[in-house]
């Protein structure tokens, strides 16, 4: 395929191009023969997707199209016999949801205190594409019940706040730069109602000064600093649970700052600048969870609040209901289902689709 399909593109196509991860698999479709490309499907989040497509002169067109999934729901309780992580993956098959639920509550309860025979219940969400979890599940609520008391957890907007509506600490990141504004917010898609197309930005963009000091969000090890695309100057640091940070458009890194280094929470990596496709000095921070790109605001510390007002009312609303099934699968003792058994989508592959990652 033409270089030249990706050098014609606009600058936010360019940066979107930068997200595309090794191991994420991708299709192909080619002639008859095996020896042309006909269509190419790289997706870049769990919502979009590059599309590549041969016309019949034999031009290529790139557009992001939405990805199909099929969004499951199951709700279920479970006794702890060994452990939350362990009792999850043996009644589930699934990993990641166990890895969910106890990341949910690593800072709101101490796990040593379970006891054999006390209960957790769990109700989340999750997308499959072609008959495997697609992106990471989603813990709608939870709740441990423990012989002295019962702890609940609610997903309300991207956090997480117990049963009186106070959102739980659990933040592992801070905010990678201080006094500056919020100039472009994440999303994974949107539909643009001018353009007539997909957008998507991964990532939040800080807008500051030429030369603004840029902070490590958390403990980590940078594994990538150099040029990248339409990134510019980039820094990656991948950190603890699957994390990994990334810092673009940099106008020059702190002295010292290579890959393999350590750097710790709150240490000067780097300073703000416009490097790469931008059009102004700002930091493009991206944050993603087992290469998955995710919405940095839900997860960055700025102030622990409570709900307030209408926010408050609705939350009530949400938590009456959720309390309500979580307490009826307890009662019941609602066994999950299996990864293995949740419904797949029934897709048309012939011999010239092939995949790669």
């Known amino acids: ?5 990706y050098w014609n593109l606009d600058k936010d196509d360019k940066e979107l191009c930068e997200e595309i991860r090794a191991g994420i698999p991708y299709y192909t479709m080619t002639d008859d023969n095996g020896t042309v490309i006909e269509q190419v499907l790289i997706p870049i989040s769990d919502e979009l997707q590059i599309h590549l497509k041969r016309g019949r002169k034999g031009e290529y067109t790139f557009e992001m199209i939405p990805v199909i999934y099929q969004k499951v729901e199951d709700i279920f309780a479970l006794p702890v016999e060994r ?16 890895h969910a639920f106890v990341d949910a509550f690593k800072k709101s309860f101490d796990f040593t205190r379970l006891r054999k025979g006390e209960k957790i219940a769990i109700a989340y969400e999750e997308k499959i594409r072609l008959g495997h979890p ?40 801070r905010k990678p730069v201080n006094h500056v504004r919020i100039t472009s917010r994440f999303t994974l898609r949107r539909w643009h109602p001018i353009l007539h197309r997909y957008r998507a930005h991964l990532g939040v963009d800080f ?10 969000a958390a403990d980590g090890r940078i594994i990538f600093a150099g040029r990248l695309g339409g990134y510019g100057n980039v820094i990656k640091i991948r950190h603890r649970d699957g994390f990994m940070t990334l810092y673009a458009h940099m106008h020059k890194f702190r002295r010292g700052m290579h890959k393999g280094k350590y750097v710790k929470k709150g240490q000067v990596i780097g300073y703000i600048g416009s490097t790469g496709m931008s059009t102004g000095p700002h930091l493009h921070f991206g944050l993603y969870k087992n290469g998955r790109p995710i919405n940095p605001l839900g997860v960055i510390k700025v102030t622990k609040k409570s709900l307030y007002g209408k926010r408050r009312k609705e939350f009530i609303r949400y938590e009456k209901s959720m309390k309500k099934r979580l307490e009826k699968a307890v009662e019941s003792n609602k066994r999950p289902k299996k990864l293995d058994d949740l419904s797949r989508i029934d897709y048309c592959v012939d011999d010239n689709t092939s995949k790669g990652g």
């Open 207 to 216: 807008g500051g000064r030429t030369g603004t000091p840029i902070y490590a």
């Open 134 to 173: 697609w992106g990471l599940p989603v813990i709608k609520a939870a709740t441990i019940h423990t012989r002295r008391k019962k702890t609940w957890l609610f997903r309300f907007g991207d956090r997480y706040y117990n049963e009186k509506g106070r959102e739980v600490e659990g933040f592992l990141f």
């Open 83 to 98: 452990s939350p992580y362990l009792d999850i993956i043996k009644a589930t098959n699934n990993p990641l949801l166990a």
């Open 1 to 5: 395929m033409p270089q030249s399909l």
